[in-house]
């Protein structure tokens, strides 16, 4: 491929809820710029972009794909990004480092809990967007009637495009609105210009709107419409370029991959009106605490941000980066400003799916691959020296499910840690750690499908094999009573002896006051370094739990007297007498458990209101209300983290994939009698059972 300066590069994030066709768009754009010559399909597994084998088996894109190829003397990079819900990570990731934003809407669905998501990171962004109606070449479309969904909920989009006969195999007519032209292609994606025949009105009207969101987008050309009653051409393209750049307009167009039809018309949009690296603002990074402009020039050091790391097998680990400033050649002495090592950059790759050529230069603005690197992985920036500065990360969403880990065999615990460590260095999206207080290895993340996906390449890289089971609840125990405690410990079994009493009382704290030990002992009766050891005796039944095995909270210990001995007192000894004095006085203080509750929004379809607040309040979770988000609802609740165990595939079955959900640690608050004497008697049988 070509060396292309940074003004004929256009970076492009396929995105948009899965079944919205991104894999085929992406196979018919290689198929119309003649990189392949026969496009694949996802039933033959046969794709560019959807190439692992576990992507062919589910038949769903399961990461981020660069796909580079060349239009018109311009290079695209496209990347095709997950529609399930469980990899949105990596849709995140396409992104954060793409300048343009094409979103994907299926024709007969619409507009779908995953356009939401995205549309969010796009808004955050203040990137480029065009809405694509891709597939409309399949049976049951509803183009005008989605459309007037989608221009309802995203008040910006602009139907450029409508198609002619859509709903069929033979869909290959679509509507050019600002030409006012039949736009005819052909089974290679060529198309040929024809006049409109018929009735206008409706093309009059989508002309008007378009000039009318043309003039709202700018106060000057607003005042021109006003005065005028209509923009002239130049005013209009300029305003129309100057909309699209600065996301006030978003246009829609029409296509089908599958057929061909309007990709070509969509990557000379693209080049066209679509604003080139050096036309996006500059990037920000941080350099000793201050903030740093990344231009996106040649002439500044190398700058670059790997959004996606990739282990195959017989290559190695393969880093994807963006250029952001800078120009890059193999052989060059980065800095990763992420973690201070230093990296020689190999062999530079364009790549297209599995696909890879060799690159001799690379220009601000463009992305590629390289092989190898020691240190660097996903999110890591590597910089040139004289040019060191971390680029604002890819902000990964937080886990909506958890699960324990153990290996199916026991000789296999470190291989099981180390392996996934690895793993998260590749995707960041979930987590695994290992969790002293519940004694489990604790593995967060998007979904089960992730999960499967994960383990897959656990088993295929590392032979490990792992069992999911339910993660323990971090419950706490604490008092809502006061007592006195009056202990001593003696022990005399020939020779030194062990003898120490502590006097003390307990009464409960503020909730999230946490363990407070003070002492008002007079007349030196227990020493300091006793009343010390006593302390330490108490914080470790803290830990440890009394009633439940989980931590106590919230509890004030004062120790007011006591007695030692001579020759017989010694630390370990007013240590048990602390830790026993505080058991006996914790049970009398009428105890409790408290446990964790989780703030959790649900996004659902209306249809489907009624069943997931059903099952909310079967989960004990509290409804703190509801509101209207397009054409869904948010519902907002507190549920209890015990409840929400596989809450993200039960919820996905009950709306048929149309929900998602958003959740995150809120507070604790005292469960329900039933709740704490089922989990104290789940405690006492494991222990009898230790």
């Not at 201050?290 to 880093?319: M, Y």
Request: aromatic letters at 6%; hydrophobic letters at 35%; one cysteine or more.
């Amino acid at each position: 491929m070509k060396v292309y300066p940074s003004e004929r590069i256009r970076n492009v994030a396929l995105v948009g809820h899965e079944a919205t066709g991104k894999t085929i768009f992406a196979e018919a754009v290689l198929k119309c710029t003649g990189k392949i010559g026969r496009m694949g399909t996802i039933e033959e597994k046969s794709t560019v972009s959807d190439f692992s084998p576990v992507e062919q088996d589910i038949q769903k894109s399961l990461s981020c794909t660069l796909v580079q190829t060349e239009f018109k003397e311009h290079k695209l990079n496209f990347l095709d990004t997950p529609g399930f819900a469980d990899f949105i990570g990596d849709a995140r990731a396409g992104l954060r480092v793409a300048d343009i934003a094409m979103v994907m809407i299926n024709p007969i669905n619409g507009p779908e809990v995953m356009t939401e998501a995205v549309m969010e990171i796009i808004n955050e962004r203040v990137i480029p967007c065009m809405f694509v109606f891709n597939m409309l070449d399949r049976e049951h479309t509803k183009f005008e009637e989605e459309l007037a969904i989608l221009r309802d909920q995203y008040r910006r989009s602009v139907p450029l495009q409508y198609p002619v006969d859509e709903g069929g195999s033979g869909f290959h007519k679509i509507v050019d609105v600002l030409d006012r032209k039949m736009l005819v292609f052909d089974a290679e994606g060529n198309y040929t210009e024809e006049e409109i025949e018929g009735d206008h009105a409706h093309l009059d009207e989508l002309v008007e709107g378009m000039h009318e969101a043309v003039a709202e987008s700018d106060d000057a050309l607003m005042e021109k419409y006003l005065e005028d009653g209509e923009l002239s051409e130049e005013d209009f393209h300029r305003g129309l370029d100057a909309g699209i750049r600065n996301g006030k307009i978003r246009p829609v167009f029409c296509c089908s991959g599958k057929n061909l039809a309007g990709v070509s018309r969509i990557l000379e949009i693209l080049v066209e009106d679509y604003p080139a690296p050096t036309q996006m603002p500059a990037q920000h990074g941080e350099a000793d605490g201050k903030d740093v402009e990344i231009p996106c020039d040649d002439s500044a050091p190398a700058r670059a941000l790997v959004f996606k790391t990739v282990n195959e097998q017989h290559v190695g680990e393969l880093s994807f980066f963006r250029l952001y400033s800078g120009k890059l050649a193999p052989g060059a002495d980065l800095i990763n400003a992420s973690q201070g090592d230093h990296e020689k950059i190999g062999t530079i790759f364009s790549t297209w799916g599995r696909h890879r050529d060799e690159i001799g230069e690379l220009h601000a603005g463009d992305m590629a691959c390289t092989v190898k690197l020691k240190h660097t992985h996903t999110n890591d920036s590597l910089c040139a020296k004289g040019g060191v500065a971390t680029i604002g990360r890819i902000n990964f969403p937080d886990p909506v499910i958890r699960t324990a880990i153990e290996p199916a065999s026991s000789d296999d615990d470190e291989k099981m840690i180390s392996g996934l460590t690895v793993i998260h260095h590749e995707d960041p999206s979930f987590s695994i750690h290992q969790d002293g207080e519940l004694h489990q290895v604790i593995m967060a993340g998007m979904g089960e499908q992730q999960f499967k996906v994960l383990l897959q390449k656990l088993h295929d890289r590392y032979g490990v094999d792992v069992v999911l089971t339910k993660p323990r609840v971090p419950y706490r125990e604490t008092i809502t009573g006061n007592t006195e405690v009056k202990y001593r410990h003696k022990k005399q079994t020939g020779g030194a002896g062990q003898f120490a009493e502590v006097w003390i009382r307990i009464k409960p704290q503020e909730r999230g006051a946490g363990f407070e030990f003070s002492s008002s002992v007079v007349g030196g009766n227990v020493s300091g370094p006793f009343i010390q050891a006593t302390e330490k005796g108490i914080s470790a039944v803290l830990k440890e739990g009394i009633i439940s095995g989980c931590q106590v909270v919230d509890v004030a210990v004062e120790i007011y007297d006591g007695k030692m001995h001579s020759v017989d007192s010694k630390d370990i000894a007013f240590q048990i007498a602390g830790r026993e004095a505080f058991k006996q006085g914790f049970k009398e203080c009428n105890p409790i458990l408290l446990e964790p509750i989780w703030k959790v929004e649900v996004k659902v379809p209306e249809d489907f209101m009624g069943d997931v607040m059903g099952d909310l309040n079967t989960r004990r979770g509290k409804i703190l209300g509801m509101e209207a988000s397009g054409k869904y609802q948010l519902i907002q609740a507190e549920v209890p983290l015990a409840e929400l165990y596989q809450y993200s595939t039960t919820l996905r079955s009950m709306t048929q994939g149309r929900a998602s959900h958003k959740r995150h640690f809120s507070h604790y608050e005292k469960c329900p009698a039933m709740v704490q004497q089922k989990v104290i008697e789940e405690y006492e049988a494991s222990r009898e059972h230790a």
